[in-house]
């Protein structure tokens, strides 16, 4: 079975700087997709980046990018010039390719200060 | 283009009770997932809905069940209700099941609180 790990349950990082969040995940599949959501107070579930595992090339969208690591496992986000509408619950999924099913982390709460 | 809603957005029940909750798929989405988020924790799958059959269950018992309808729109049915119960549902619509190379849109979300 699939499993999503990430073991910062808070972080916090100051308006206009730089914060990367850690995930880990296990799989034996070798086609598979990696993605970030947002969770805001609203409670609905935002994508805001998402990794194809056959692409070598790490993912980005403006000031979102990820550190895929496939050997590893490892699968990090990193928020750029933090803005406080960043502040929300991440998570991060795990998606097989022949299935449209999705395994989440536990999640991290970001918190932007000024 | 209509988003993913779902209803009601709260509610509270009885142990013992059962509930139904709504989900309205994305307009062209076949597909609907649905998810349980217990407090502090990432979402759960409980099972998947294409073309109006179950496609796919999580590890959840057979007192959770489901419908799709020709709409595409779902039901998620609990049965029984337990105080574990207690948690945010929400659903996912796709376009389609055989991949998670399909973006899902997530739906708002029900709280149920079980007492």
């Known amino acids: 079975a699939q499993t999503v790990t990430q073991s910062q349950p808070e972080m916090s990082v100051q308006e206009a700087e730089t914060v990367t969040l850690s995930c880990t995940y296990d799989?034996?599949?070798?086609?598979?997709?990696l993605f970030w959501y947002k969770q805001p107070p609203s409670r609905q579930m935002i994508l805001v980046i998402r990794?194809?595992?056959?692409?070598?090339q790490n993912a980005t969208e403006n000031r979102f990018s990820v550190n895929f690591q496939k050997a590893a496992k490892s699968f990090s986000l990193k928020i750029s010039d933090s803005q406080l509408g960043d502040a929300a619950m991440y998570f991060c999924a795990y998606g097989p390719g022949t299935a449209s099913k999705l395994t989440f982390g536990t999640g991290t709460r970001l918190q932007v200060t000024l | 283009e209509t988003g993913v809603t779902q209803s009601p957005t709260h509610l509270i029940k009885t142990r013992g009770q059962q509930v139904t909750l709504r989900c309205s798929s994305q307009s062209g989405h076949n597909t609907v997932s649905w998810y349980q988020q217990a407090l502090g924790q990432g979402p759960q799958f409980i099972f998947q809905?294409?073309?109006?059959?179950?496609?796919g269950r999580g590890n959840f018992p057979p007192r959770f069940s489901g419908l799709q309808f020709p709409n595409y729109s779902s039901e998620l049915n609990v049965n029984a209700l337990e105080l574990d119960d207690s948690a945010l549902y929400l659903c996912?619509?796709?376009?389609?099941?055989?991949?998670?190379?399909?973006?899902?849109?997530f739906g708002p979300g029900t709280r149920l609180t079980v007492t």
């Open positions: 990794q194809e595992a056959y692409k070598q």
């Open positions: 799989t034996s599949e070798s086609d598979y997709y």
């Open positions: 809905y294409y073309r109006e059959e179950e496609n």
């Open positions: 996912a619509s796709s376009s389609s099941p055989a991949t998670s190379s399909y973006e899902q849109y």
